[in-house]
């Protein structure tokens, strides 16, 4: 049997499963699907490369835990929060000069200052994202670190400090992770993961943030709502 057939019925065996249910052992695969054991172990690397399977170390194979669905809306419409239950852990916070890329990007001066925060989100209880949060300094005057572990930044935003989030332009596109963005979300070096990159104005049109995030691409779902109208192609 081919790596591609192998590959075609270990998602069979893996939609069957229940999200982290361990798999069959190489040996018991081999003798299933009258396959080698090398051609095996090839497509379960091909599966572990994308996202469907998880090795762990001394335990063996197992199914991809449950993923956190997050719902695009259509334009015009709210954010919906993502599942689960999100609290943060702030790795790094400080002022610092914007500089020129940066300052480009949120409409500042070099000079000015920017708050930067990195964290890590952790969904019930597992690490999920990193995110690196930038925003002018002057929005946020006494801004603490630990009003970035819980709640809602934006309602933050609104509620102590008058601005008022109101557009963001965000880009998502595939990435691998890095020495450190595995270790902090407790993967495998160069594991499959989601960049996002956020841009968000208020209601007066000012640049307010910019934030760039890495998402484990074994637990994270986007999911699109789309209206269609008589011309869509």
Same mark, same amino acid.
């Given at each position: ?12 065996? &893996? ?11 190489? +040996? ?25 399977? %998880?090795?762990?170390?001394? +335990? #063996? ?10 719902? /695009? ?16 852990? /702030?790795? +790094? ?7 020129? *890329?940066? #300052? ?6 070099? #000079?000015?200052? %920017? =708050?930067? /925060? ?11 994202? &990193? ?11 006494? &801004? ?8 809602? =930044?934006? *309602?933050? =935003? ?55 995030? &890495? ?13 269609? #109208?008589?011309?869509?192609?």
């Amino acid at each position: 049997m081919r790596r591609a057939e192998v590959r075609d019925r270990l998602r069979e065996l &893996i939609d069957a499963r229940a999200p982290g249910d361990p798999m069959p052992s190489e +040996r018991s695969l081999s003798e299933l699907l009258g396959a080698s054991r090398p051609t095996v172990r090839a497509a379960i690397d091909d599966l572990v490369g994308t996202g469907h399977l %998880v090795r762990q170390h001394g +335990r #063996g194979t197992f199914t991809s835990p449950h993923k956190i669905s997050q719902e /695009v809306p259509a334009f015009g419409e709210p954010v919906p929060p993502a599942d689960g239950d999100w609290t943060s852990e /702030v790795l +790094r916070f400080r002022v610092e000069a914007a500089g020129a *890329r940066l #300052g480009r990007r949120l409409q500042v001066s070099p #000079g000015d200052a %920017v =708050l930067y /925060v990195k964290r890590r989100r952790i969904v019930d209880g597992a690490p999920m994202a &990193i995110e690196e949060i930038r925003l002018p300094a002057a929005l946020a005057p006494g &801004i603490e670190a630990g009003e970035f572990v819980s709640g809602s =930044l934006y *309602r933050r =935003l609104r509620e102590r400090y008058g601005v008022n989030p109101a557009e963001a332009v965000q880009t998502v596109e595939p990435t691998v992770t890095d020495a450190e963005e595995a270790r902090l979300l407790e993967v495998p070096l160069h594991s499959p993961a989601l960049l996002f990159e956020r841009t968000t104005q208020d209601d007066g049109g000012r640049v307010i943030e910019f934030t760039r995030s &890495i998402y484990r691409g074994d637990r994270y779902r986007i999911t699109t709502h789309l209206r269609l #109208g008589p011309h869509s192609g």
